[in-house]
């Protein structure tokens, strides 16, 4: 039997004071001192629609000003997988990997593809094959020339090499052909309508095939991009000079690029604050303290969703029931409104709402997927769990994610789902709970993706975010359809049947769509058009003097 809509109301209500109060805890002890705590309560996202006009109509306005010996420096939370492109794991690299590499296409601000490396591009032969024509001047920084055959090295590294962790999504490139000097061929076994779009990302960064070998290339990166890896510290910071010779004069524009890495968001703050830094990405709780001042703030551009990943290897959710106990066990909205003070969007799929192909038929108040304590209560009970289930919910050590993990305890304890929470290491979540299988459950933001059929691919076999190997001939057949056609309009069909069959895995639980706050100070130069990304992308900005 179905709660009441006013019991339902009065429950999210209690859900969304605990999450406030949670949040001004957690971000007042990350940061010493900080009273966003107060600030945030008054944020809304009326009110950031303000700061956000205010601080897109900032941008372009210095460009001609920037200083072409500056040094531009930009805050994030976590390092790279690798630099290695074939061995890079996480869309989030490409904060790094951009800077030092370049790939096949790029991915405008709209997410509209443009050439990079590949001048033209199209589908042939009836889809069953892609050409692309390169340019011929570009160089790498040991000299080694780009052309086709260097565009073939680096696809057939990443399907053969045992650590590629590309593997999966080239399953369908059969060969890759050489067709002249400046014109490569990518003959497919199957459908391939997201190959143009993930060579605008990890996989369609092109390193030097005369540095395959290196043996540091994970820490060295020998790319043709606009700047080069000068130094290197984990867990620290990343520093960048300009490459002279790059093909696009105008790419860099700063003489110098440093990344640092921090986790506390008010200390991400404080660094624009006190000019150590010219752009980072804050808690939604920050966004009218960084408004106030003085910075330029905005909702960051990005495909992020916000999730529940179990491991459905061990009990409690080796059980179809209990993953679907889990979805209606979580109240979105209040997560959306008291964690993130309103500025993110529940979705029950794992793409935004204004993404082109976000699937209709699945939406979070759907009676398949809705806040449903007692649903979740009888599902639980169907699984023989009638008196709830005790677990482990490991929680990287970032601000947000520990203030998901403190919402949730209340709303899973309600229906049975009783968590003990265990703080791992941000950098190695990936490693603890998909390779280690350690913990029952895990709250994630999952990374920007190139295609849809990306965020989709870990309910395949084979793939590193699912070592049980979970899936079901409805979604591989599904998935496969979803990458049929090579228009937008041609796939969305497929792409609905995808979306569809995996609310029948439901190995993970999306919640949110994610859009935090990013803040530059005036120094920051953007070009026209820019768009600060929860993975940003620094090609042509600069700093002024």
Same mark, same amino acid.
């Given at each position: 039997?179905?709660?009441?809509?006013?019991?339902?109301?009065?429950?999210?209500?209690?859900?969304?004071?605990?999450?406030?109060?949670?949040?001004?805890?957690?971000?007042?002890?990350?940061?010493?001192?900080?009273?966003?705590?107060?600030?945030?309560?008054?944020?809304?996202?009326?009110?950031?629609?303000?700061?956000?006009?205010?601080?897109?109509?900032?941008?372009?306005?210095?460009?001609?000003?920037?200083?072409?010996?500056?040094?531009?420096?930009?805050?994030?939370?976590?390092? !790279?997988?690798? %630099?290695?492109?074939?061995?890079? +794991?996480? =869309?989030?690299?490409?904060? #790094?990997?951009?800077?030092?590499? @370049? /790939?096949?296409?790029?991915?405008?601000?709209?997410?509209?593809?443009?050439?990079?490396?590949?001048?033209?591009?199209?589908?042939?032969?009836?889809?069953?094959?892609?050409?692309?024509?390169?340019?011929?001047?570009?160089?790498?920084?040991?000299?080694?020339?780009?052309?086709?055959?260097?565009?073939?090295?680096?696809?057939?590294?990443?399907?053969?090499?045992?650590?590629?962790?590309?593997?999966?999504?080239?399953?369908?490139?059969?060969?890759?052909?050489?067709?002249?000097?400046?014109?490569?061929?990518?003959?497919?076994?199957?459908?391939?309508?997201?190959? !143009?779009?993930? %060579?605008?990302?990890?996989?369609? +960064?092109? =390193?030097?095939?005369?540095? #395959?070998?290196?043996?540091?290339? @994970? /820490?060295?990166?020998?790319?043709?991009?606009?700047?080069?890896?000068?130094?290197?510290?984990?867990?620290?910071?990343?520093?960048?000079?300009?490459?002279?010779?790059?093909?696009?004069?105008?790419?860099?524009?700063?003489?110098?690029?440093?990344?640092?890495?921090?986790?506390?968001?008010?200390?991400?703050?404080?660094?624009?604050?006190?000019?150590?830094?010219?752009?980072?990405?804050?808690?939604?709780?920050?966004?009218?303290?960084?408004?106030?001042?003085?910075?330029?703030?905005?909702?960051?551009?990005?495909?992020?969703?916000?999730?529940?990943?179990?491991? !459905?290897?061990?009990?409690?959710?080796?059980?179809?029931?209990?993953?679907?106990?889990?979805?209606?066990?979580?109240?979105?909205?209040?997560?959306?409104?008291?964690?993130?003070?309103?500025?993110?969007?529940?979705?029950?799929?794992?793409?935004?709402?204004?993404?082109?192909?976000?699937?209709?038929?699945?939406?979070?108040?759907?009676?398949?997927?809705?806040?449903?304590?007692?649903?979740?209560?009888?599902?639980?009970?169907?699984?023989?769990?009638?008196?709830?289930?005790?677990?482990?919910?490991?929680?990287?050590?970032?601000?947000?994610?520990?203030?998901?993990?403190?919402?949730?305890?209340?709303?899973?304890?309600?229906?049975?789902?009783?968590?003990?929470?265990?703080?791992?290491?941000?950098?190695?979540?990936?490693?603890?709970?998909?390779?280690?299988?350690?913990?029952?459950?895990?709250?994630?933001?999952?990374?920007?993706?190139?295609?849809?059929?990306?965020?989709?691919?870990?309910?395949?076999?084979?793939?590193?975010?699912?070592?049980?190997?979970?899936?079901?001939?409805?979604?591989?057949?599904?998935?496969?359809?979803?990458?049929?056609?090579?228009?937008?309009?041609?796939?969305?069909?497929?792409?609905?049947?995808?979306?569809?069959?995996?609310?029948?895995?439901?190995?993970?639980?999306?919640?949110?769509?994610?859009?935090?706050?990013?803040?530059?100070?005036?120094?920051?130069?953007?070009?026209?058009?820019?768009?600060?990304?929860?993975?940003?992308?620094?090609?042509?900005?600069?700093?002024?003097?």
């Amino acid at each position: 039997m179905r709660a009441s809509a006013t019991t339902l109301r009065g429950r999210r209500t209690r859900w969304l004071i605990s999450a406030l109060a949670i949040t001004a805890l957690t971000v007042t002890a990350c940061g010493g001192g900080s009273d966003s705590g107060s600030d945030g309560d008054a944020t809304s996202s009326g009110q950031l629609g303000g700061t956000v006009s205010e601080g897109v109509d900032t941008i372009g306005a210095n460009y001609d000003q920037r200083d072409p010996d500056g040094t531009f420096r930009y805050v994030f939370v976590q390092n !790279p997988t690798n %630099f290695d492109p074939a061995r890079s +794991s996480n =869309a989030f690299d490409m904060i #790094f990997l951009r800077l030092v590499y @370049d /790939q096949l296409l790029r991915q405008n601000a709209e997410g509209e593809l443009e050439p990079q490396l590949a001048t033209e591009w199209e589908f042939v032969d009836d889809d069953t094959a892609l050409v692309m024509k390169l340019r011929d001047d570009v160089d790498f920084i040991d000299g080694t020339h780009f052309d086709a055959s260097v565009v073939k090295a680096n696809i057939d590294r990443a399907k053969t090499l045992e650590t590629s962790v590309h593997k999966g999504a080239l399953a369908r490139v059969a060969d890759v052909q050489v067709i002249d000097e400046y014109t490569v061929r990518f003959n497919l076994s199957g459908p391939g309508g997201n190959l !143009p779009a993930i %060579f605008a990302a990890n996989l369609g +960064s092109m =390193a030097s095939p005369a540095a #395959f070998d290196n043996p540091d290339l @994970d /820490q060295n990166p020998v790319g043709s991009g606009f700047a080069t890896l000068t130094e290197y510290v984990p867990g620290q910071v990343s520093r960048y000079e300009r490459n002279e010779d790059y093909w696009d004069p105008e790419a860099a524009g700063a003489a110098k690029y440093e990344i640092y890495i921090q986790t506390s968001a008010p200390t991400r703050l404080n660094m624009l604050q006190t000019g150590q830094a010219e752009l980072t990405y804050l808690d939604a709780s920050q966004a009218e303290q960084s408004a106030a001042a003085g910075l330029n703030t905005a909702p960051s551009q990005t495909l992020t969703i916000l999730q529940m990943y179990t491991n !459905p290897g061990k009990p409690p959710f080796d059980d179809f029931r209990v993953r679907e106990a889990l979805e209606h066990a979580i109240d979105r909205q209040a997560i959306v409104d008291g964690v993130f003070f309103g500025l993110d969007a529940p979705v029950a799929q794992f793409m935004p709402p204004d993404y082109w192909a976000y699937d209709e038929g699945v939406q979070p108040d759907d009676p398949r997927y809705n806040y449903d304590p007692e649903k979740a209560k009888q599902l639980l009970t169907e699984a023989g769990y009638p008196d709830g289930i005790d677990f482990e919910m490991v929680v990287p050590s970032l601000d947000d994610h520990r203030a998901v993990a403190e919402a949730l305890l209340p709303m899973l304890a309600e229906v049975g789902l009783r968590a003990t929470t265990r703080v791992i290491e941000a950098s190695s979540a990936g490693v603890t709970f998909f390779s280690r299988q350690e913990g029952n459950l895990m709250p994630g933001m999952a990374p920007p993706f190139s295609d849809v059929t990306s965020a989709y691919q870990t309910n395949l076999t084979g793939q590193f975010s699912n070592p049980w190997n979970l899936t079901t001939p409805e979604f591989e057949a599904a998935w496969l359809e979803a990458l049929e056609g090579a228009t937008q309009d041609d796939r969305l069909p497929g792409i609905a049947k995808m979306v569809q069959a995996e609310k029948e895995i439901r190995k993970n639980v999306p919640i949110l769509a994610h859009y935090p706050p990013s803040a530059w100070t005036d120094k920051a130069a953007f070009p026209e058009g820019y768009l600060p990304a929860y993975s940003a992308d620094l090609r042509y900005v600069g700093v002024t003097g």
